[in-house]
C-alpha cells in the first residue's frame, strides 16, 4: 500500500498536463492486482504503474490548468484613463471598477500574472508616466479553453518536456 500510496503521490506532484501540482482530485482505487512474485512488486514496478494510471485518469477526466491572477488599481489623470484601461485589457484583463476624484481616475482590474510582464515599462509610456498603480495577488483562475493548447505547450517547451499535449494513450501501455 507504501507503494501505491508513493506513486499517487509522484503523480499529484506533477500532473500530466504541464508537470505542476494537481488540486481538487478524488482518486478511488477499486482493485489492484499485484504479481505473485516479490521480485515483481517493488518499488521500480508498482510506482510508475500507478503514476501512469492516475495521470492516464486524469486526462481522461477533463482536467483543466489554474493560472495566477493580479488584481491592478491604476490611479491616472482623467485625460489618461484610456490608455490604462488599454493596458489592462489589452494584457487578458478585465477592467471592472473606474472612480473618479477630483481630476484623477482610479481604474481597477485584473489581468493574469503571465500577461504582466513588461507592465511597470507600458504603463509609463502609455500614460507619459503620470500612472501609480499597485498589484496585489488575486487568485487563480482557469485558463480559457480557447488558450489552453498554446498556455501548456509554451510551459512544456520551457520545462523541456515533449511540447505536444499529452494524451490517455501516452500513459497507458
Known amino acids: 500500500m507504501e507503494l501505491i500510496l508513493e506513486g499517487l503521490h509522484e503523480a499529484l506532484d506533477g500532473g500530466p498536463l504541464a508537470d505542476e501540482k494537481v488540486q481538487n482530485v478524488k482518486i478511488r482505487l477499486v482493485d489492484v492486482k499485484l504479481h505473485e512474485d516479490a521480485i515483481h512488486r517493488g518499488p521500480a514496478q508498482v510506482i510508475p504503474?500507478?503514476?501512469?494510471?492516475?495521470k492516464a485518469g486524469i486526462l481522461m477526466a477533463n482536467d483543466a490548468l489554474l493560472e495566477p491572477m493580479q488584481k491592478i488599481q491604476i490611479t491616472v489623470p482623467t485625460d489618461q484613463m484610456g490608455n490604462a484601461t488599454s493596458q489592462i485589457q489589452g494584457r487578458r484583463g478585465q477592467v471592472y471598477d473606474i472612480t473618479?476624484?477630483?481630476?484623477?481616475?482610479?481604474?481597477?482590474?485584473?489581468?493574469?500574472?503571465?500577461?504582466?510582464?513588461g507592465f511597470a515599462g507600458d504603463i509609463r509610456s502609455a500614460t507619459e508616466g503620470r500612472a501609480m498603480w499597485s498589484t496585489e495577488f488575486a487568485g487563480f483562475e482557469l485558463v480559457p479553453a480557447s488558450m489552453l493548447k498554446e498556455v501548456v505547450t509554451g510551459i512544456r517547451k520551457r520545462k523541456g518536456l515533449k511540447e505536444q499535449m499529452p494524451t490517455p494513450a501516452d500513459y497507458l501501455a
Open 100 to 117: 473618479s476624484e477630483g481630476d484623477t481616475v482610479t481604474v481597477a482590474g485584473k489581468a493574469p500574472v503571465a500577461e504582466l510582464f
Open 49 to 54: 504503474a500507478v503514476r501512469a494510471a492516475v
